[in-house]
């Protein structure tokens, strides 16, 4: 059974600060991938990346940047100078490979960022 | 206009009655899905569709039925609501077997409450 883990529910930062929201992920296939999705307050859910199993590159897009760890199976996400703006529910998500058929998500349980100004 | 539309937005209703919530979208997607978020749960997977004759249950089917009338909409049911299925519900889309693995979009949720 795959399973995701957000062990942190709730995360309060001060704005301009860096945070980093941490994903552990159990899976049995080799080939997965793992997803962020975050939710603002309105309450949309937003892609923000996928990652698959082969590459392990540090992947980074402006601010947002996302750490892939096999060995600890980790998949932690950091906002660098956060903002109000960041301010939402971090959801971290799998998909398994070749047992899983097709793109069903396992998702964690979620992750409230409050960025204060 | 969203590409995943989901109606209605909020829906307030009493034990027992039947609700349907539907979802349509123009993303040209194969596979569509139904979503239930509880709070510290994250979201879990109720039924899934990968085409129009294809239905499958997920984690939490139990008290929900689905009808995927076209390849743009695909509707869950509670037959008989009950106060625990008080919920924000999500329908999500993704392209087909040929690019598994795309992310999955979603709908902006119903929030469905049952007194």
């Known amino acids: 059974a795959q399973k995701v883990t957000q062990a942190q529910t709730e995360i309060s930062v001060v704005e301009k600060e860096d945070v980093t929201l941490d994903c552990v992920y159990e899976?049995?296939?080799?080939?997965?991938?793992l997803f962020w999705y975050k939710q603002p307050p309105s309450g949309e859910l937003v892609f923000l990346i996928r990652?698959?199993?082969?590459?392990?590159q540090n992947e980074i897009s402006g601010r947002y940047s996302w750490n892939f760890q096999k060995s600890t199976s980790s998949f932690n996400f950091t906002i660098t100078a956060s903002q109000v703006v960041d301010s939402a529910v971090y959801f971290c998500?799998?998909?398994?490979?070749?047992?899983?058929?097709?793109?069903?998500?396992?998702f964690g349980g979620g992750t409230r960022l409050m960025v204060k100004p | 206009d969203a590409d995943v539309t989901q109606t209605p937005r909020n829906r307030i209703t009493k034990t027992g009655k039947r609700i349907m919530l539907e979802c349509s979208q123009t993303k040209g997607h194969d596979r569509m899905y139904w979503y239930r978020q509880d709070p510290g749960l994250g979201l879990r997977l109720i039924y899934y569709s990968f085409d129009v004759k294809d239905i499958n249950k997920g984690e939490i089917s139990d008290g929900y039925s689905v009808s995927r009338q076209a390849q743009a909409k695909f509707s869950l049911s509670l037959e008989s609501a009950i106060p625990n299925q008080t919920a924000l519900y999500f329908c999500a889309t993704s392209a087909a077997a040929g690019v598994r693995n795309q992310p999955q979009h979603f709908g902006d949720g119903t929030r469905l409450s049952i007194l």
């Open positions: 899976t049995r296939d080799t080939t997965y991938y």
């Open positions: 990652r698959n199993s082969f590459d392990e």
């Open positions: 998500a799998l998909s398994g490979g070749l047992n899983n058929a097709g793109n069903m998500l396992t």
